[in-house]
Every structure is written in C-alpha cells, then in structure tokens.
C-alpha cells in the first residue's frame, strides 16, 4: 500500500485518562470507507467459515428398495419400481444437499484495504481506543473488565488487540462476555464490524502497521 501521511490517535491508561498520543498512517486508520468492499470481505470470511457437511440421503443411499412393492399390473394402483423413490415416503430425496465448499476468492490487496476500511470507520465513529497497557502483573479478569469499564465500554461488544506472547492480558480477558480477543495477525473485518468497540494495546499497533502496509 502507498505510505501516506500520519494522523495523531489518543493513547489512554489503564484509568481512561490521556497519557499521549501516537501517530499512526491515515492510509490505515483514516481510509476512504468502502461498504461495497466491506461487504465482499464480510461475505468471504462468512463463507470461509461454512462447515458445508450437509447432506441428504438419495435413493441410493437410503434403507430398502430391493423388491419390486407390487406387481405392475392388476393391482389398481400406480405403478411402483422402488420403495426408495423420491415420492414415497422414507424414501430418497432428490435434489437434497450435498457436501461442499462455500469459499471464493479475494485477493490480499482487497482484504487489506477492507481492514483498513473498518478501522478508519470505527476511528470516525470515535469507537477505537489506543490502550498505553492493561498494567497486568498476572491473571486478573476482574482487574481487566476495570479496565475495560474505565474506557467507558462496560457490557458492549468489544473486540481487543493485544501485542504478540501477551498471554497474561489474553487470559484475563477471555472470560469476559461480549469480549473478542486477537494478537495483530488475528485481527480481522469481520470482528471489527461487528463489534461495538475496538481496543488496540499500543504495543501491538506496530505489527498491525507492518502487516497492512507490507
């Protein structure tokens, strides 16, 4: 991606008070908005995660059907072959679901951008903190959700960004409700999106730098 001029974010502590600021790329987190673009991504991500195991029984597949059910004349009844047709109840379904994949393609360039895209919009809407740390010396949900409450996004749906090997905050945080927790390379359209709230760890703004401008 072209490197483009920087813009200043706001960098709070762990109490929601301005400690600072950090300049970050505007090409990141001061994008033009694409929905059309945000939209495609959302698709591939949702398509991505499609188990496409569904599956339906055809008449060869389901029980029985070996004998002719009644002679084909005589009878006063419609002809029958099979007890395993698609008419008959019990019998095969015709045109059911089969297993397959539900993936497209998209190619890198657009799912930066569209990353890019959901970040700028969440930066415009004034819904993405820049966290200076959690301060956590060991394991403390509690201690994280206060931090959390402190940012002034107490019960929304938040997804946090932390640096990478940051196992401490990682676990402190996963129990929390509504809480989306990602190192940078996990970082994603879809979870932006639909999060209320976006928490990025100052630490780890530089790999996400590095991952959307490479």
């Known amino acids: 991606m072209e490197a483009a001029e920087n813009i200043e974010l706001e960098v709070v502590d762990a109490s929601g ?51 002719k059910p009644w002679r084909q004349k005589g009878t006063g009844r419609a002809r029958a072959g099979s007890s395993t047709s698609p008419v008959w109840v019990g019998g095969g379904t015709a045109h059911g679901p089969r297993p397959r994949s539900y993936e497209f393609r998209l190619n890198k360039t657009e799912r930066k951008k569209a990353l890019c895209c959901a970040l700028s919009a969440r930066v415009n809407e004034g819904k993405l903190s820049v966290l200076q740390d959690f301060g956590l010396s060991e394991i403390k949900t509690k201690q994280a959700k206060q931090v959390l409450n402190a940012l002034g996004i107490d019960g929304e749906k938040v997804v946090v960004i932390i640096p990478d090997g940051d196992e401490t905050s990682a676990k402190s945080l996963r129990n929390i409700a509504r809480t989306v927790v990602h190192q940078p390379a996990g970082l994603n359209v879809y979870d932006v999106i639909n999060a209320q709230s976006v928490v990025i760890v100052d630490a780890a703004l530089p790999s996400i730098q590095t991952r959307l401008e490479s």
């Open 17 to 67: 008070k301005k400690v600072g600021s950090r300049k970050v790329p505007a090409s990141i987190f001061a994008a033009q908005i694409n929905e059309h673009l945000l939209h495609q991504v959302v698709r591939w991500q949702r398509a991505k995660a499609r188990a496409g195991t569904h599956k339906s029984k055809t008449r060869a597949e389901v029980r029985g059907g070996g004998a």
